[in-house]
Every structure is written in structure tokens, then in C-alpha cells.
């Protein structure tokens, strides 16, 4: 069975300073990858998708990338993080040519 | 373009009482619709999915049905239990685009005993 981690589980950053969340996929090879944020209230907001190792879309102008180094690996980064980047970061997969995507169990980000 | 619209929450129930979230959505082609039920603190989780119209698809007590001549995917449940106080988000596929989801704004449903 597939499963997908997500650390670290809560994360409490000063403005200005550097983020890296990652996000791995078990039992399952080739998948498209997903990262999501979650601000205040419920709204997802999609941020970046891959379909492969290397090949990152960006789906908002913002303080944040994405890399993805491994097939199974995605990685979300920062320079320097800002007050409005605090969130709750979701990270997802899907099977190539599937339907629905499976989340992670996010990362709780608060920058102050 | 695509979207989805949800109906305002929150939602508050009495155990047992009869459920429906309204979801309706705008979309070309034949998207598959989705049901995610998110739980405090957690990641989404699926609860249901229809790929055609007149799909019902169904999990845990919970249906909905895929409406293309009213674009709607309403999801019901006859008698909520205080552990399906959540928040409900309605999503669409976009196949042509790395298979991102559109969701809705969600629904939050406060199920009191």
C-alpha cells in the first residue's frame, strides 16, 4: 500500500529566515506530486505540481519554491520567509493517469 | 473557467439529523467529482468520488450523486453522528493539467449531541 510523510508536523520560524519541507511517497513509483497551503480559514490554495523528477509548475507568484530530487521526494523552500507565509502546507500524490490525489498529514508553519 | 461553489457554513446539526452540503461546479468536458472530508488538524481525506453523470458514489454513510444537467454533486447523509463534525470540501478534476483539483471553499459541520 502507498503512503506519504510530511515533516516536520509543526514548524515555528522568525521572518527573514529559511524553510524546507519535504514531503516523501511510498509504494508507488512515478507519481504526480502536489503542494498545497491552507491559510487562514479553509481555502486550499494549489502552489506547485510535478510530473516528474525535476519538472516543477508553479501556480502562484510567491516567496516559495519547489524542488522535487527523487522520483518520491518534493521539497518545498524559502529564502526568507514572510509573516503571510504562515499556513498549514499540505503535500499530495496521484497515480499517473488516476483521479483523485491522497494528502499528506500537512505541516503546520507559523512565522512570527 | 473551471470552479466549484459550495454552500456557506458553518453547519450545525443534532445527531442524528438528515445531512446534504450543496456543491455545484462550472467545468468543459466530463470531470470526475469528489467528496474530502478533512478532520481538525489533519490532511484531507477522500470520502467519495463519481467519475460520469449519474455516478452515486458512496462511503461511510455518505452519497452523492453526479447531476451534469443541474452540474451539482450535493452530499447527503440520513443521520450525522458528532464524529462527522469536519470540514467538507467539493473538488473537480482538471485532467489536462497534471490532474490538479479544483476545490471549493469548504463546509464546516458542527454535529452537537
Known amino acids: 500500500s502507498q503512503t506519504i510523510h510530511q515533516w516536520p508536523a509543526t514548524l515555528v520560524q522568525p521572518v527573514g529566515s529559511p524553510l524546507s519541507l519535504e514531503c516523501t511517497v511510498e509504494?508507488?513509483?512515478?507519481?504526480?506530486l502536489y503542494w498545497y497551503r491552507q491559510a487562514a480559514g479553509r481555502g486550499l490554495q494549489l502552489l506547485f505540481y510535478?510530473?516528474?523528477?525535476?519538472?516543477i509548475s508553479s501556480e502562484v507568484p510567491q516567496n516559495l519554491s519547489a524542488s522535487r530530487p527523487q522520483d518520491r521526494q518534493f521539497i518545498l523552500s524559502s529564502k526568507k520567509l514572510l509573516l503571510s507565509d504562515s499556513g498549514f502546507y499540505l503535500c499530495a500524490w496521484r497515480f499517473r493517469g488516476g483521479d483523485e490525489q491522497f494528502f499528506g498529514p500537512g505541516t503546520r508553519l507559523t512565522v512570527l | 473557467g473551471n470552479s466549484v461553489t459550495q454552500m456557506e457554513g458553518p453547519v450545525t446539526l443534532s445527531e442524528e439529523a438528515f445531512l446534504t452540503i450543496n456543491c455545484t461546479y462550472t467545468a468543459t468536458g466530463y470531470p470526475s467529482l469528489f467528496w474530502y472530508v478533512q478532520y481538525p488538524g489533519e490532511g484531507l481525506q477522500l470520502l467519495l468520488k463519481a467519475t460520469k453523470a449519474d455516478d452515486k458514489g458512496s462511503n461511510k454513510g455518505f452519497e452523492a450523486t453526479y447531476r451534469k444537467e443541474t452540474t451539482s454533486f450535493h452530499l447527503e447523509k440520513g443521520s450525522v453522528q458528532v464524529s462527522d463534525s469536519a470540514v467538507y470540501f467539493c473538488a473537480l478534476n482538471r485532467y489536462n493539467q497534471g490532474g490538479k483539483l479544483i476545490f471549493g471553499q469548504g463546509t464546516e459541520l458542527s454535529v452537537k449531541p
Open positions: 509504494g508507488t513509483s512515478n507519481p504526480n
Open positions: 510535478s510530473v516528474g523528477i525535476g519538472q
